[in-house]
């Protein structure tokens, strides 16, 4: 077996031990495929410090963070062909490129937008393309899930009777997503009127093409970034251009929003949120959650409410 094989065989070994660890590594294959392909054309048969870091930062213009992440998935395996020949990798020490995830703020749509948007879909061509965006835009905007989650449905995870939808999370994860009784009508409608205008749809899929198959993400963030487009919806100062994923952001934003003006619990609101959306541990859905003029401004009304009260200094 040559050595280029071996290291391949090694890096099959090490991504089916770490996705049965629950990891996905999606670009892990990528990655590693381009390393060895860089390591034959050098003729080198082990993995150096030097050579993974040479080869992390080759492409020009790239972000450190990028580098970052080609070099950590060379790291990982780089530990794993180690413990089994340290002679043919050496352990690659963390932090070796600096990087840091800087947060850009999401795209906050006011209620008005939204409407527009589920307006302007709703005018596209053909018709099952103009009732399947409208209903995933509205679905996303009154759910806050994933376009994945969405697009994951099959018609069997609708509850009608009892509004609630069986979602498929991130890693598979599954969760009961309870929804209001005028989204559980939409999406009825939906189903009806799409199903009524194809032959032959996908029998398991929930949100379908014009020719009866699952939507795939790319077809509708196409569809998406031209109704941005013709509407007009420009990045405001500091925030990145208006996203699918946005609404997200503000269904998060907007439940805090809620809670404050109905003087909820906020820290008890946030781990309902996190269940309901699907997260692991809070942490993760305060990063969804974006300061708002309109947060803003409850926020401090309680801080100068406190203060007042003599509950803060």
């Known amino acids: 077996m040559t050595a280029e094989k ?7 070994e090490y991504l089916q031990l770490r996705r049965a660890m629950g990891h996905r590594l999606a670009r892990h294959e990528q990655i590693l495929s381009g390393f060895f392909a860089a390591l034959a054309a050098t003729g080198q048969d082990s993995i150096t410090v030097d050579s993974a870091i040479r080869w992390a930062c080759a492409p020009d213009g790239a972000t450190p963070c990028w580098w970052a992440e080609r070099l950590s998935a060379v790291r990982g395996l780089a530990e794993y062909i180690h413990s089994r020949e340290p002679d043919r990798a050496e352990l690659i020490p963390p932090g070796a490129i600096a990087a840091r995830t800087v947060r850009r703020v999401p795209y906050i749509y006011t ?7 589920i307006a302007a879909a709703s005018a596209l061509h053909p018709t099952v393309r103009a009732l399947t965006i409208s209903t995933i835009i509205g679905l996303m905007a009154a759910t806050g899930l994933r376009i994945s989650e969405c697009l994951a449905m099959n018609v069997a995870d609708l509850d009608a009777g009892n509004n609630v939808l069986a ?3 991130k890693r598979g994860r599954p969760r009961l997503v309870p929804i209001h009784p005028s989204t559980t009508a939409a999406l009825v409608h ?3 009127a799409t ?3 194809i ?3 996908d029998a398991q899929a929930f949100f379908l093409t014009f020719i009866g198959t699952r939507v795939h993400a790319s077809s509708a963030e196409v569809a998406f970034r031209s109704l941005i487009d013709k509407l007009g919806y420009a990045a405001h100062p500091g925030t ?3 996203r699918l994923h946005d609404m997200r952001h503000t269904f998060s934003t907007n439940a805090l929003v809620r809670a404050h003006r109905e003087g909820a619990d906020v820290d008890a609101t946030v ?6 959306l699907g997260h692991v541990s809070p942490v993760s859905t305060y990063w969804y959650l974006t300061a708002t003029p309109q947060l803003l401004e409850l926020v401090q009304a309680k801080v100068v409410a406190a203060q007042r009260d003599g509950r803060l200094p």
Do not use: F, M, N
């Not at 071996?6 to 099959?12: D, F, I």
């Not at 209620?111 to 948007?117: N, V």
């Open 6 to 12: 071996k290291l391949v065989q090694y890096s099959g």
């Open 111 to 117: 209620d008005e937008q939204i409407r527009a948007l």
């Open 167 to 169: 979602v498929t999370g």
């Open 190 to 192: 939906y189903r009806r």
């Open 195 to 197: 199903t009524a205008l």
């Open 199 to 201: 032959d032959g749809p």
């Open 240 to 242: 990145r251009r208006p």
């Open 271 to 276: 781990s309902v949120l996190a269940t309901y």
